[in-house]
């Protein structure tokens, strides 16, 4: 069973940073797509980040140039780093590991407010 779990969310003011991190008890993690998403009150979860096996990645738009995505194989473990964040990235961000199967995480709350 594969279990995710996140840490690093809080209250943050505009412009501040928070990193995120995902630890994952799954010896698959090395071969597994890993991705950042949130949800925000009303909305549709949507992909914030996604990074593949080899390092390539991938951004949402609304993201590019402010978020990283990296990941550490050798600690099972994928981060999350949010700088310049604004009001609008208030969210619940969840961890989620593909490989052939989607898992998640519990979530974890990202707050940016003054």
């Known amino acids: 069973q594969v279990q995710l779990v996140e840490s690093g969310g809080g209250l943050v003011e505009p412009g501040g940073s928070l990193r995120l991190s995902c630890a994952a008890s799954?010896?698959?993690?090395?071969?597994?797509?890993m991705g950042w998403y949130r949800q925000a009150p009303g909305k549709q979860r949507e992909l914030v980040a996604r990074?593949?096996?080899?390092?390539?990645?991938l951004y949402a738009d609304s993201v590019k140039g402010r978020f990283t995505i990296s990941r550490d194989n050798a600690k099972n473990t994928v981060y999350l780093q949010m700088n310049s964040l604004k009001p609008e990235d208030t969210a619940v961000y969840y961890c989620?590991?593909?490989?052939?199967?989607?898992?998640w995480g519990q979530g974890t709350q990202v707050t940016v407010s003054s």
């Open positions: 989620n590991l593909y490989h052939f199967v989607d898992y």
């Open positions: 990074i593949y096996t080899g390092g390539s990645t």
């Open positions: 799954a010896s698959i993690f090395s071969v597994a797509v």
